[in-house]
Nanobody
Framework: QVQLAESGGGLVQPGGSLRLSCLVS????????IGWFRQAPGKEREGVSC????????YYEDSVKGRFTISRDNGRKTVYLQMDRLEPEDTAVYYC????????????????????WGQGTQVTISS
């Protein structure tokens, strides 16, 4: 049974940086696409960034392009989200999620396509 555990959230000032980590346990991470999603109060959950099982494909939501970088280290069973130049609008609970895929599965960053979720980590951007 795959389990996900996020870490790295916190409170930072606008313009600052955070790195979120998603540790995958219980099965082979190589079979899973991994996504980062966020949900702010009163808003729907949205896909922030997703990465294919091999790491060759990635997706970024428009508002984070050029500021966030997703990467994965399958040997460490961890997916990272480096977040730079953070803005107050980035404040949300961030979740990582996993989707079992085959090599030819197109990368999706729709939350409905992901069926294994972590508990979330709070990210707050405030001065």
């Amino acid at each position: 049974q795959v389990q996900l555990a996020e870490s790295g959230g916190g409170l930072v000032q606008p313009g600052g940086s955070l790195r979120l980590s998603c540790l995958v346990s219980g099965y082979t991470i190589q079979y899973y696409a991994i996504g980062w999603f966020r949900q702010a109060p009163g808003k729907e959950r949205e896909g922030v960034s997703c990465i294919s099982r091999g790491g060759g494909s990635s997706y970024y939501e428009d508002s984070v392009k050029g500021r966030f970088t997703i990467s994965r280290d399958n040997g460490r069973k961890t997916v990272y989200l480096q977040m730079d130049r953070l803005e107050p609008e980035d404040t949300a609970v961030y979740y990582c999620a996993a989707r079992r895929t085959i090599l030819t599965t197109p990368l999706s960053c729709a939350s409905s396509d992901y069926d294994i979720w972590g508990q979330g980590t709070q990210v707050t951007i405030s001065s």
